[in-house]
């Protein structure tokens, strides 16, 4: 059984600093030994980082600079050592660390500093109970299968790959961790966080290890990938995001950066090779916000030439304090404003396991995990192309589980809903042409909420069959109600309004921020889907019925849909505000809905 440190589940990762030496030790000999032509390596090293820095200059630019025009001229050994050398110093900038004291004073810390984020009045007033972390049970719900991970975690080595949609879930996901009575796990924070000195201590001492994304040569990821390899061979449960940053559209991840998920794999094989298996499990899970801190600088991000991204954002909402405080603010009395949601656990090649760790087939069927790295001659063996294909599947399963462990919450719904219409009120042209009618489409109170009614009933049923989870706020309530929560939540945290009521209309204004809530119902047919993967067919897209449109009002919605133009420069006039009328098949399904209600599944 796994020993308790101080009350908490305790794991390898608690005597890390005694063996950090040793594991910066092996990445470096490893990667020295796997390096076949240390001067190609070390020359496309030199290449790129001259490249990055010759607007800066200074002593790093002129080091490989220097590199550069000597390599031709070294020996063999000599090269080598130089390998060694930089493979040293990236090891050591890597390589994280693990304080007790810090940690033990986290997890106390944690439940009244997350009350404060997540409910500041509510924590100042009752700061007693604040001390305990079940009182943010109502506000961070965590669900999932977890006394089953909490067996495997004894057995083997866990890799948590859930989604990511902010800067805050590593936090939350710690929550989680700590909740759910699970170790905590080693997890790569980009080297940009590291630069807020609070969150900078307590990433450096909870065994967080840099990343330094500006770094794209092939040593530097070599040494990343090597050090998380040799971090799960020797028991350490680790964390990745294999979306590989946020989400900037705010959907549900469905190409996933499956590089440092590949080192739990390499892991089994090499301690499989050398006759002492380490298992190593799979647990997918997704972190689910009824709002996103940092949305609008996401989307806008995304919209930015259709999504071709900076990798890096380094100047979003959370990095302004008076934003941070807003959303803290925001979320005062939101009870499960946040959802961590664990799947099922996977072994390395997508079959899941029972709490023993065995793998079964789709079938059910018993499956001997050794047997898939299996060479010619009958012995385990590292084949890295065989293993890229075994990842690539390992990818689809996890792909498969955010999919089905999606949970849906009110303003998903609503947004998902409210921006069907709008797509119907200016002929569903284009998506740009679409997000430019901010502040000139309406829509009746009643009729949206009729349209939430018929996309619960679609939601129910695809709970039922195992494709979705209803988060539980949402859960037993109609239209109106889910209607209600939803304004709530938007009204007042961001910069704009997103619905904005006017008697009994309500004003489609934030037309980015509907296209960023409804994007993660997208992968599942329920919302316009701009986000499937170049290269792969689209889903078909299920929309909720949309109203007819007589002939005059189809006369003024193509007026507004010819008039997506910029305004003039001398901003004269606003665009004519287009309502709609109600459909006859939205009212049907609305009665349908009301008068047989579907069995809601519970989570």
Not at 36 to 54: F, G, I, S, W
Request: aromatic share 8%; hydrophobic share 40%; charged share 25%.
């Amino acid at each position: 059984m796994i020993a308790r440190f101080d009350g908490v589940v305790s794991a390898p990762i608690f005597d890390f600093n005694a063996a950090r030496s040793s594991i910066v030790d092996e990445v470096v000999n490893r990667i020295c030994a796997q390096t076949k032509d240390p001067l190609h390596t070390l020359n496309e090293a030199a290449y790129l980082e001259t490249r990055r820095l010759q607007h800066d200059g200074g002593a790093e630019h002129t080091e490989w600079r220097q590199l550069a025009a000597q390599l031709g001229r070294l020996t063999d050994h000599e090269l080598r050592e130089r390998l060694r050398g930089y493979a040293q110093r990236y090891a050591w900038d890597v390589a994280g660390n693990f304080d007790r004291r810090v940690y033990k004073f986290a997890s106390r810390a944690m439940a009244p500093l997350l009350g404060a984020l997540l409910s500041p009045r509510s924590t100042i007033r009752h700061i007693h109970e604040s001390l305990d972390l079940t009182a943010l049970d109502s506000r961070i719900v965590v669900q999932g299968p977890r006394e089953h991970i909490r067996k495997l975690t004894e057995i083997g080595t866990v890799v948590y790959v859930p989604t990511h949609l902010s800067n805050l879930d590593s936090v939350v996901f710690g929550f989680a961790l700590e909740r759910a009575g699970l170790p905590p796990a080693v997890y790569g924070a980009g080297k940009n966080l590291f630069t807020n000195p609070v969150l900078s201590y307590f990433m450096h001492n909870l065994g967080a290890y840099r990343v330094d994304r500006r770094l794209r040569h092939a040593l530097y990821k070599d040494v990343l990938k090597t050090y998380s390899a040799v971090l799960i061979e020797r028991g350490y449960h680790s964390l990745f995001f294999p979306g590989g940053t946020r989400s900037r559209s705010g959907g549900v991840e469905r190409k996933l950066k499956l590089g440092l998920a590949g080192t739990g794999l390499e892991a089994f094989v090499r301690t499989t090779v050398r006759g002492r298996t380490q298992k190593v499990f799979f647990v997918p899970a997704t972190i689910n916000y009824l709002l996103t801190l940092e949305a609008e600088t996401l989307i806008d991000d995304f919209l930015q030439e259709e999504g071709k991204a900076r990798y890096l954002i380094e100047d979003d909402e959370s990095t302004r304090i008076g934003r941070v405080a807003a959303f803290s603010q925001k979320l005062l009395g939101l009870d499960g404003a946040c959802v961590i949601r664990f799947s099922r656990p996977l072994d390395c090649f997508g079959n899941f396991v029972d709490d023993e760790g065995i793998s079964h087939d789709e079938r059910g069927r018993e499956v001997d995990a050794t047997s898939y790295i299996v060479g010619r001659d009958g012995k385990p063996a590292v084949d890295h192309t065989r293993d890229v294909e075994y990842t690539r599947e390992l990818g689809e399963r996890v792909v498969d589980a955010f999919r089905k462990d999606t949970v849906v919450m009110a303003t998903h719904i609503v947004a998902a809903c409210a921006f069907a219409r709008l797509r119907r009120a200016v002929g569903e042209a284009d998506l740009f042409s679409v997000l430019r009618h901010r502040d000139d489409v309406t829509v009746r109170r009643a009729e949206l909420a009729e349209d939430v009614d018929a996309m619960l009933d679609k939601l129910n049923s695809l709970e039922e069959r195992g494709e979705i989870v209803v988060a539980p706020t949402v859960k037993g309530k109609r239209g109106e109600e889910v209607l209600s929560d939803a304004l709530r939540a938007f009204a007042g945290y961001h910069s704009q309004p997103v619905l904005s009521p006017r008697g009994s209309e309500l004003v489609l204004r934030d037309t980015r921020l509907l296209f960023y809530y409804q994007n993660r119902l997208a992968a599942h047919g329920l919302a316009f889907d701009a986000l499937a993967p170049k290269g792969s067919p689209s889903r078909s897209v299920t929309r909720p019925p949309m109203p007819a449109v007589s002939s005059v009002e189809r006369g003024v919605a193509a007026a507004g849909a010819s008039s997506v133009a910029p305004p003039a420069s001398d901003g004269a006039g606003d665009a004519a505000r287009l309502a709609i009328p109600p459909s006859p098949e939205t009212s049907a399904a609305s009665a349908t809905a009301q008068s047989s209600s579907l069995p809601i599944v519970s989570s």
